[in-house]
Every structure is written in C-alpha cells, then in structure tokens.
C-alpha cells in the first residue's frame, strides 16, 4: 500500500485560515438577527432552546473573549442558561 502524501501546513498559514473563519463567522453573526435581544417565540414554544441557538450564543461568547481555546464548555453552559432565562 502506497503512502498518502501529506500537506505541510505552516503555523502562519493554520493562523490565517482561523482568523479568517473567525471572520466568515462574526460576518454572520452580524447578519444574523440580534441575539442578545429578547428571543422571538417559537411555533412549538418548547421550554429548551434550539441547540442551533445555544452554540450561536456560545460562539459568540468565544469571540467576545478573544477566540482563546480551552472554556468551550463553559461558553455552552453559559449560553444555555442566557437562553433559559425568562424574559
């Protein structure tokens, strides 16, 4: 069996690849309908937020505190429990 070659990545070039996704995403955010604002109800009014709009909201909370690896599930929990909160 043959060797798959491999693609050398720089640091630099992996640095410049997440900056830029980090750019593609805050672009979305900004685009997407506020999020820190009151949640407009849902058809099924379920007492558990989408998962789409728990990590939204951990996501940003990742940007907020400059992108640093290591506190993912903390930005989760803390996300969902903004979420849960009552309005």
């Known amino acids: 069996m043959a060797k798959r070659p491999t ?13 830029l996704a980090d750019a593609q995403a805050a ?3 900004e685009q997407a309908p506020d999020m820190g604002g009151p949640m407009m109800a849902s058809a099924s009014m379920a007492s558990e937020p989408p ?6 909201r951990a996501y940003r909370r990742y940007l907020e505190r400059g992108g640093s690896d ?8 803390a996300a969902e429990r903004e979420l849960k909160q009552p309005r």
């Open 51 to 56: 998962e789409e709009e728990i990590r939204m």
């Open 27 to 29: 672009s979305a955010l």
């Open 70 to 77: 290591g506190q993912e599930v903390d930005d989760w929990l």
């Open 7 to 19: 693609r050398s990545v720089s640091k630099r070039q992996r640095t410049t690849e997440n900056a």
